[in-house]
Nanobody, 121 residues
Framework: QVQLVESGGGLVQAGGSLNLTCAASKRTFSTDFMGWFRRAPGKEREFVAAIGGYDDVTYYADSVKGRFTISRDDGKDTVWLQMNSLKAEDTADYYC??????????????WGQGTQVTVSA
């Protein structure tokens, strides 16, 4: 069973940046695709970004395109989410997720515990 551990959350002013890290306990087929979701207070969980496949193709939600960048290390067991130009509406708990596949309406089976991001206006 792969475990995912997130870090890097915190409090930042609007316009600032944060870099989230997700470390997988091991590299397996179940971490071929890794990504991030978030849940804002009182809202449904939403997809943020994902990366994976042979060429590390990246996928982004429209709300973060141009501001967030997802990347992973060569060993493919660590993923980063660089978040720039943060807005108050980016405030949420951010969760790392992983699975052996990716498609629209991605429903990954492995999840981390989450890290809180708060953006002050």
């Amino acid at each position: 069973q792969v475990q995912l551990v997130e870090s890097g959350g915190g409090l930042v002013q609007a316009g600032g940046s944060l870099n989230l890290t997700c470390a997988a306990s091991k590299r397996t087929f179940s971490t071929d695709f890794m990504g991030w979701f978030r849940r804002a207070p009182g809202k449904e969980r939403e997809f943020v970004a994902a990366i994976g496949g042979y060429d590390d193709v990246t996928y982004y939600a429209d709300s973060v395109k141009g501001r967030f960048t997802i990347s992973r290390d060569d060993g493919k067991d660590t993923v980063w989410l660089q978040m720039n130009s943060l807005k108050a509406e980016d405030t949420a708990d951010y969760y790392c997720a992983a699975d052996s596949w990716y498609a629209g309406n991605w429903q990954p089976r492995t999840w981390g515990q989450g890290t809180q991001v708060t953006v002050s206006a």
